[in-house]
């Protein structure tokens, strides 16, 4: 028997558990979402846009108890409600399904559509939540609201309730649905996290998206969210239903968690790709971008088999440039004279696997695609194609997804790039073209489930090889994909480069390192749940750039603390060796993602923490143009702290440790527990600091033993803090020299080839 507690009369009926208690007002159509500290959401809605029909709203009109019943999923059991509005004789029904545990602390919802009349009916947004009061500690003024982007490049930040939304336009960064801007009104795609300065706060998102676009937002006069998923005009047939996308919303005091665990329902739902090793490899774009020629990859490839397993990636990836146009994947320019077949066996047989970029729905103006089948894009009005992008020196279009005759030459393309070129890795990038809200041949589709049919056929083109996708709309992609940008393009340069003001353009979307960046942590809490994060490239280059050594720092530390993909795109053999080490120095990747500790307080998070299981990681970072100090969170418990690359003990220290951090700078310490005896406090093999290199530590009471294996570096030295007074002993290593650094601290210099074992020593000086 389930533990929800169901109580119901005439007016109410409430759902209790230990987390939250759900009370639907019947009489009144409304309903309640909180937790037993009162915050959450408070007379809600639910309603639907039917055309010609008007909106068909629960507010004011009433539920009736269709079904009761207890339930058991994989997340648990519970009891599921089902609502329905009460209505008209000629009007369609519409449903409400609530789902509560009995141990989680968050609801889900379904709303449905079921067509009783005679004839089509058509369906628009969908709002699951509709204007439900929020209620936080404090105003909301002093509120914060996670603000997700639509698609890869979109900008991701907090934004601060006191002032106005970041607006973005249509059709690259933003979709082209959405509510009327309006003074005080936030607007995120598929999830939002609204958080107050106590720290209490409520999530609130879709944890399916395969169907339909979806967003949440919040007004701050009320304050209320709302939730709406779109159905875009979909015809529900006499005796049809339609669903939204399932809602999930959470009253939280961890709203950080609170996302993860939002992020976990959603893998779960949409089916996401798990995976065993994160994706590492070299790119051509970030050199020489539409430039690169075979030559270059060559150069690359033989740089990268040279290097052996210092530099152990698997990809060698082949960028924009190689195309005769945007749309004629398979036809070569001049620059690549052997073709795809020879340059992919000479990637093999360099120990390597091969990549490949593509921009699969978008054509471009100039095309012999666009000559020979100009009915194959979407029409933004009746004979005039949609256009989805300017660039290449052109006008590119979106690809009509809804065509059949399309979907069979998109299923050729990337057939003959797998199986005829034997590429094992495609990045597809721009792919937003496939969702632009425009007129296709078959208006059938939603926009979600439209550009989700060309992925498909992608996907089973390609197989089980690796998918990479980029510019792509977040929701619609999980499941699909193997890995996800989830960013604006780094670059070479620090600040985004003054543009031309253009109405879909924001200047956070722009290419810059500090835009990719800024993607990087806010989106932390997708690696790992739906697919791996792709933080873009890793550019370690002294020429040919603009980023300073401590950008170049940053940009390293940040790929290394957020665990997604790493792929370097410097021409190598240009780069110094001491700037080559920097890459070696994030492999193998460790593949966990910090976490952003101040999310919720910072208009761009200056603290990532990174639990390694023997020790924390603490990145520290200054935004600014002058040095600051930035407050370490060290804890409660005493313990030492050693700083990475400066590779020297900070001290011992609780609570919190200020350090002076460097104009656009950072500080990456190890935390580990203070010992009495000699412990490993740093290493100069990882920059994770042991958590892929040390496989165990230890103590028998008058020794130290070290299990190590083999990382990309191979030469260097880890540091143990010994008690003062004490001298060190190393055995199991013959070229291993140890040396005081500073008091009570012994650096061990030693090759890492193969795995070793060192027995530490600490005995009286």
């Known amino acids: 028997m389930s533990s929800v507690r169901v109580t119901q009369d005439d007016r109410e009926l409430v759902l209790e558990t230990e987390h939250l208690r759900v009370t639907v007002r019947l009489n009144r159509g409304t309903f309640d979402v909180v937790n037993s500290g009162g915050i959450g959401v408070r007379d809600a809605a639910a309603s639907i846009e039917v055309r010609g029909l008007g909106v068909l709203t629960s507010l004011g009109v009433g539920f009736t108890v269709e079904d009761s019943s207890e339930f058991r999923d994989s997340r648990g059991g519970g009891v599921c409600v089902r609502l329905t509005r009460e209505r008209e004789e000629e009007e369609p029904e519409m449903a409400l399904s609530l789902w509560v545990y009995e141990t989680l602390p968050y609801v889900l919802l379904r709303l449905e559509l079921r067509n009783r009349g005679r004839s089509e009916v058509r369906a628009g947004a969908m709002k699951s939540l509709d204007a439900g009061r929020v209620e936080l500690p404090s105003r909301p003024e002093g509120w914060r609201f996670y603000k997700n982007g639509w698609q890869s490049w979109s900008p991701t930040l907090v934004v601060p309730c006191s002032g106005e939304d970041l607006q973005v336009a249509p059709p690259v960064a933003a979709p082209g649905t959405s509510p009327a801007p309006a003074s005080g009104r936030f607007v995120s795609e598929l999830v939002t996290v609204v958080v107050a300065p106590e720290g209490q706060g409520v999530t609130a998102g879709f944890v399916t998206s395969a169907d339909q676009f979806s967003q949440v937002w919040l007004d701050r006069d009320g304050p209320q969210i709302t939730a709406a998923s779109y159905a875009d005009g979909s015809i ?16 939280t005091a961890a709203p950080l968690t609170s996302l993860g ?23 051509s774009w970030y050199q020489y971008f539409t430039g690169v020629a075979e030559d270059d990859v060559v150069a690359n490839l033989e740089r990268l088999a040279s290097e052996g397993d210092g530099l152990p990636v698997r990809y060698v990836q082949i960028d924009d440039g190689y195309q005769a146009d945007i749309g004629d994947w398979l036809t070569l320019n001049e620059k690549f004279p052997s073709g795809m077949k020879s340059l992919v066996a000479r990637i093999h047989d360099g120990g390597f696997e091969a990549g490949l970029w593509l921009a699969p729905f978008l054509v471009g103006a100039n095309s012999q695609l666009y000559r020979d089948h100009p009915d194959w894009v979407v029409q933004f009005k009746p004979g005039v194609p949609y256009v989805a992008t300017i660039n290449w020196g052109q006008l590119c279009y979106a690809l009509d997804l809804s065509r059949d005759d399309v979907i069979e030459w998109l299923g050729e393309v990337f057939t003959t790039v797998v199986d005829e070129w034997g590429f094992d890795y495609v990045k597809i990038d721009f792919i937003y073209g496939g969702a632009v809200d425009g007129i296709r041949a078959n208006g059938d589709y939603t926009r979600a489930q439209v550009y989700r049919r060309g992925l498909q056929t992608i996907r089973d083109a390609v197989g089980d090889r690796f998918i990479l996708g980029c510019g792509n709309p977040l929701g619609p992609s999980v499941g699909l994909i193997d890995g996800s940008r989830i960013g604006p393009d780094v670059a070479p340069f620090w600040d985004p480069k003054p543009f031309e003001p253009r109405p879909e353009r924001n200047e956070m979307m722009e290419p810059s390192a500090l835009n990719s960046i800024r993607n990087t942590i806010t989106r932390f809490w997708m690696h790992d749940r739906l697919w791996m994060n792709d933080p873009d490239c890793l550019l370690v280059r002294a020429s040919d750039t603009s980023l300073t050594e401590d950008e170049v720092r940053t940009l390293t530390t940040v790929i290394a603390m957020t665990g997604g993909m790493v792929l370097d795109s410097d021409d190598l053999g240009r780069v110094s060796a001491e700037r080559r080490a920097l890459i070696s120095m994030l492999l193998p990747v460790y593949g966990k993602s910090a976490v952003p500790l101040d999310l919720f307080r910072s208009e761009m998070p200056q603290v990532l923490e990174l639990d390694c299981g023997s020790h924390r990681m603490l990145a520290l970072f200054n935004w600014s143009d002058e040095a600051m100090q930035v407050n370490a969170p060290i804890g409660e418990t005493a313990s030492v702290v050693f700083d ?47 958590a892929c290199e040390i496989e165990e530590e230890l103590w028998d009471g008058e020794k130290l033993a070290v299990s190590l294996k083999p990382v990309a570096m191979k030469d260097g030295a880890i540091y143990v803090r010994v008690p003062n007074g004490k001298r060190v002993t190393v055995h199991g290593a013959d070229d291993a020299v140890a040396s005081i650094t500073g008091e009570g601290i012994c650096s061990i210099v030693f090759e890492l080839r193969e795995p070793r074992e060192l027995t530490i020593a600490a005995d009286e000086g």
């Open 236 to 251: 529900v047939e006499s005796g049809g239903t339609i669903a939204a996308e399932l809602l999930y919303v959470e009253p």
């Open 644 to 690: 990475v690359w400066e590779r020297e003990y900070v001290g011992e220290a609780t609570g919190e440790m200020p350090l002076e951090v460097r104009s656009h700078g950072c500080r990456l310490v190890s935390v580990r527990e203070a010992e009495t005896r000699p412990q490993v406090i740093g290493s100069t093999f990882h920059l994770l600091q042991g």
């Open 261 to 283: 665990s939002f992020g976990d329902v959603l893998a779960a739902e949409m089916e996401a790709i798990p995976y065993d090793d994160v994706a590492s490899g070299w790119c």
